[in-house]
């Protein structure tokens, strides 16, 4: 098993950046292919951007492609996701997800961890 736990969400203006992490503890880190996934009042959680398990492979939903981008560093247990160019159709729940399968951590009902999400506010 792999406990997850977010942390760096806020306010921010709209056209501000902002960086989560998500801080991994339990089973090796390295094992997991890791993602973000956001879920805005009144919405279905939606697809943010995946990591492979050592990093060399990523992959983004459209709403985010050119201002989000995703990372990881194994020897820290810890993965990143650092949002530019905020918008406040960006406002979520911004949550951590692991997976064995790479397949596996883009997919809402196949993820097999999450953490317990953290806020994002983009203000206008």
């Known amino acids: 098993q792999v406990q997850l736990v977010e942390s760096g969400g806020g306010l921010v203006q709209a056209g501000g950046s902002l960086r989560l992490s998500c801080a991994a503890s339990?089973?090796?880190?390295?094992?997991?292919?890791m993602g973000w996934f956001r879920q805005a009042p009144e919405k279905e959680r939606e697809f943010v951007a995946a990591?492979?398990?050592?990093?060399?492979?990523?992959y983004y939903g459209n709403s985010v492609k050119g201002r989000f981008t995703i990372s990881r560093d194994n020897a820290k247990n810890t993965m990143y996701l650092q949002m530019n160019s905020l918008k406040p159709e960006d406002t979520a729940v911004y949550y951590c997800?692991?997976?064995?399968?790479?397949?596996?951590?883009?997919?809402?009902?196949?993820?097999?961890?999450w953490g317990q999400g953290t806020q994002v506010t983009v203000s206008s």
């Open positions: 997800a692991a997976d064995t399968n790479y397949a596996d951590v883009s997919r809402v009902g196949r993820v097999d961890y």
């Open positions: 990591i492979s398990r050592i990093g060399g492979t990523t």
């Open positions: 339990g089973r090796t880190f390295s094992t997991y292919a």
